[in-house]
């Protein structure tokens, strides 16, 4: 498989883009002004404790209060407990109100929710995360050679720095060497000593730690062996991403190169494209098929249509090949738009046990390449495909767009002929409760066009029924749905 990163840079925000065979599966954006806050570290302070909720609310200088679980609070473990993991605590014997807490930053600010905290520190460097109150080393679940994986953790506990704390080796640490490893944990301890000396000298409600910048960021993540090119449009950006490889992986160094072509970098792949295309409800499948997908605040659907596809052999077999292609689509639409959460994916029913075991199966091939943990629940009786996906960061679509002013985000507004009614009621209310001369609406051209035409008669009803003549004007900044009855 060929994979390709693009990086493009403008003065107020930086685009990376992952291709693999030249289609792009995932897209990361950050803005000057709205940096993604997973994995920063804070010096907050507890505003309010609540046990009924088993959480508290704690200050960090954000424009919304954070939320803490009592979950996500690092404790020592009672030397009684059992093997697994210790009972939960009650908050208010973790967390006082006025407290300070060193915290991080698990998921973004989503919608009207604040940002998700843990004290469970954890520090990523290019072959390791680092977790101080940890213990142990694991190894990621991707790494499926169990040799190699006894190996690395081998190498891992020879080479630990730091006595306290546990490592997790990470899936670019396949092909680390000990010495490589060694030096990403001395990275490490430094950058964790760095944070505690740096707490004692901050305020409450203060930014102690930072995560790298996305371009930096996504080489960190992603710049793996299977990587064959990483394409950059900014000579500065370059130049810092090749600062960072020669500190961490001195060998992928060449492999950042800088584009200077007259036509954008994101045009010349054909990603401009592909982002107007993931912010559609709808997507083709090549069959003829599509899906629609929908976001909601509580989780995500989609909806599998055969389309003008008829297949060439019969119902059933037309109804499996268009829920495959649909399967491999939507794992990719899923990280191409950044969903997570609970997703629903209602398939094309089918009556094959065999088919429905093999679409399942095609389904979880297709999400294996997914860096997001994601979980199939498998079908429920109504033959819906029940999955999650871990939501750390903004979706795609709530990061580019906003609600609609008009319909504020319902997705339609109501019909002129609707409007048309309501102005009427407001018309009997306002003359009984006032005195006038005469009645002025005003409102859409849409709704005075039709007022004036195809309601005419209701009108002139209207006008005989309060006795008052009643004028029409129409507001061309107006919305379908805004109108005023005026008294005059």
Not at 147 to 160: H, I, K, M
Not at 410 to 426: A, L, Q
Request: glycine share 6%; aromatic share 4%.
């Amino acid at each position: 498989m060929s994979r390709e990163i693009l990086v493009n840079v403008t003065p107020r925000e930086t685009r990376a883009a992952l291709l693999e065979n030249g289609a792009v599966q995932e897209l990361h954006v950050e803005r000057a002004g709205r940096r993604g806050l997973v994995g920063n570290i804070y010096l907050g302070q507890v505003s309010r404790v609540l046990p009924g909720m088993q959480a508290a609310f704690i200050e960090v200088g954000l424009e919304r209060t954070a939320f803490l679980h009592a979950a996500d609070i690092a404790r020592a473990v009672p030397a009684e407990a059992e093997a697994g993991a210790p009972p939960l605590r009650d908050i208010a014997e973790l967390v006082t109100q006025g407290d300070q807490i060193l915290v991080q930053v698990l998921k973004d600010p989503l919608g009207t929710k604040g940002a998700r905290l843990s004290t469970f520190m954890s520090l990523p460097s290019r072959f390791l995360v680092y977790m101080p109150q940890g213990s142990g080393v694991g190894v990621s679940a991707r790494i499926e050679d169990e040799a190699l994986r006894a190996q690395l953790r081998e190498q891992v506990r020879e080479s630990a720095v730091d006595a306290a704390g546990g490592y997790i080796v990470r899936t670019a640490a396949a092909s680390a060497t000990a010495p490589a490893l060694r030096a990403d944990m001395l990275y490490l301890s430094r950058l964790w000593e760095h944070v505690k000396q740096t707490r004692l000298k901050v305020p409450t409600c203060t930014l102690v730690h930072e995560d790298l910048p996305l371009a930096v960021r996504v080489l960190r993540d992603e710049l793996g062996p299977d990587v064959g090119q990483v394409l950059v449009d900014s000579p500065v950006e370059q130049q810092r991403m090749r600062e960072f490889c020669a500190a961490f992986m001195p060998e992928a160094a060449a492999r950042i190169e800088l584009y200077p072509g007259p036509r954008p970098l994101f045009d010349l792949h054909g990603i401009e494209d592909e982002i107007a295309r993931a912010l559609e409800r709808k997507v083709g499948l090549k069959s003829g098929g599509y899906i629609v997908i929908d976001q909601t605040e509580s989780m995500t659907t989609i909806d599998v249509n055969t389309g003008s596809y008829v297949g060439y052999r019969n119902l059933e077999e037309t109804i499996f090949r268009t829920n495959l292609e649909a399967a491999v689509a939507i794992a990719r639409q899923l990280r191409l738009r950044n969903l997570g959460g609970i997703i629903i994916a209602d398939f094309i029913d089918m009556a094959d046990t065999a088919h429905r075991e093999q679409l399942l199966e095609a389904l979880r091939t297709a999400l294996s390449g997914d860096r997001a943990q994601t979980h199939i629940a498998g079908v429920s009786e109504l033959g819906l495909v029940e999955m999650t996906r871990k939501r750390t960061r903004e979706s795609l679509e709530h990061l580019l767009c906003e609600p609609c002013p008009t319909c504020q985000g319902r997705g339609f507004v109501k019909s002129v002929e609707t409007v048309c009614h309501e102005i009427y009621r407001e018309v009997l209310r306002q003359t009984r409760q006032f005195r006038v001369e005469t009645l002025m609406i005003l409102a859409h051209p849409e709704v005075v066009e039709r007022m004036a035409d195809e309601e005419a008669p209701a009108l002139a009803d209207m006008e005989l029924q309060v006795g008052r003549p009643i004028r029409l004007q129409a507001e061309a900044l107006y919305a379908v749905d805004q109108y005023d009855v005026v008294l005059a």
